[in-house]
């Protein structure tokens, strides 16, 4: 049985495990995957006991995904690009780090029937959601890529430090009162805000016929940047739920070698959340 766990702080409320053994009662695979709280101080160790423990991998979560980049041995272009990993690979050349949380949000976007070349897509939030974010949007040659933050530097910086990877694509970075007369296509929040049960104020006419209006966070309601977006009419809204499934999709198949089909474990973990 080959081991793999989620580090965090706090953890208990993961659904990391819940996922991953969907995916493995389905692939039959002989895994087993448990949460384990790390101590704020405590991550590497955390990581080497798991190790010496024979861990074949782990996922990482809140506050630890800037330190797991930083203690790997090497780095995939996604996780550099982020700063940030969410996916441990260890093995006998060290551990690898990798950022499946961008790919799991445009594959997410492309099952609500999103494909995002050619769109215009403005992305809510510069702290390390959007970043890991940025590499696979721009991947996808959207027509242009705004960033918008309340904090306008953190916009700006961002959308700099992205620029060579944007070249194809109209890479900005404004405050949310420039975004007056701007209209979108996909509309992402990576802002923290609705943790605080709040969302990033947007201007009347922000959504294009047909706009999706994303949120990564999720929970049993509607968030409030969700609430929010339809009274500016978007026509589609969605949580990150499927985002959710979709980064651990990709986890698992760098783990593993093998996609599960992700369909029915999103279907299964939101009724969970009912
Ligand atoms: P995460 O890892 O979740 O991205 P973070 O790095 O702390 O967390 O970044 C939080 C992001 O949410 C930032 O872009 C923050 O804006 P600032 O850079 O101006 O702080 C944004 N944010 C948090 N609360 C917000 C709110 N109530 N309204 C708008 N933006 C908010």
Redesign the pocket.
Known sequence: MDLYAVFGNPIAHSKSPWIHARFAEQTSQQISYEARLAPRDGFASAVAAFRNEGGRGANVTVPFKLEACALADRRSARAEAAGAANTLIFDERGITADNTDGVGLVRDLAHLGYTLEGSRVLLL??????RGALLPLLAEAPSSLTIA???VE?ALALATAFQPEGRACALLGCGFDALQGSTFDVVIN????SL?D?A?PLPQGIYAPGALAYDMMYGSDETRFMQAARELGAERLSDGLGMLVEQAAESFFLWRGVRPDTQPVREALRGTLA
């Not at 939030?125 to 959007?130: K, L, Y």
């Not at 990576?190 to 805000?193: E, F, I, K, L, V």
Request: cysteine-free; glycine content about 18%.
């Open positions: 939030g510069a702290g390390g959601a959007a933050n309340r904090t953190k990576a802002t923290s805000s605080s709040d990033p």
